[in-house]
């Protein structure tokens, strides 16, 4: 049984696969300090709530904080047996190398983000992830990874702003009613709101005019849904996207078709 494990710089994604399907997924803030037995108390705790009862033997890792790769690790040696497959070493292969500067290490997250979208929509992909940063990877015609764009994430703007004007308050991530905002809540969920909106729409126009073709938008990560309602930035949504990319490398390195 595989155990897919996304770690996000916010949250960190828990997944089972059974070879057919998912059987769960389950998501718990990203911490550092948290320690293997941590992981497995909290890991078979879910199990046994879901009445899931399974022997997990192979576990793959994409993680953006590499503190937290020596405790899962640990875990996946003390409780599984397995050694982990980590996204981004050398052992790890990919369905297709990324074409980017010598050098250059991507993140494991656009990789499995590159490859999970492939495998579902083919190439000449723009995948923007709302993530702890909003990210646009371009997925050319064979499956490869060949650059992108990094913005501040939505959530980290929005506390960015909080804490440099005291003034203005917490707000949540929202599309407004109107843009012209009445009170400070409204205006700072409008500029927000639509200021992402004209983000994503400018970034994904000007990577299509370098690109010199057509290509497709999919929209992933937590607030993909709420910033599909503007004005139809997204071709696709997938909620499930880096999940996916996670099993399609594993079978890449099991090989399997």
Known sequence: ???????????????????????????????HQRTADQYYVWLR????LHEIDVTIDQVIVSSTVPRVVFNLRVLC???FNCRPLVVGKPECRLPVEPR????????????????G????????????????ATTFDVVAED???????????VNLSLEALHQA????????????ARVIGTNTVACMQSGVFWGYVGLVRGIVDRVRDE???????????????LFAQGDGLFDLIEDDLTIHGLRVIHRHNEGQA
């Open 1 to 31: 049984m595989l155990l897919c494990i996304d770690v996000g710089n916010t949250n960190s994604v828990f997944a089972i696969w059974d070879g057919q399907r998912f059987l769960a997924t389950w998501r718990a803030s990203t911490e």
């Open 45 to 48: 705790t879910l199990m046994s």
């Open 77 to 79: 040696n003390r409780y």
């Open 100 to 115: 980017v500067d010598p050098g250059t290490q991507v993140g494991p997250d656009r990789l499995v983000n590159t490859a």
């Open 117 to 132: 979208a492939f495998d579902r929509h083919g190439g000449n992909l723009i995948v923007v992830d709302f993530g702890t």
């Open 143 to 153: 499956g490869a990874y060949v650059g992108g764009v990094i913005a501040p994430g």
């Open 165 to 176: 004007a005291a003034a203005l308050p917490h707000v949540d991530v929202t599309m407004p």
């Open 211 to 225: 690109w010199g073709g057509p290509m497709r938008v999919v929209g992933t990560g937590g607030l993909a849904p």
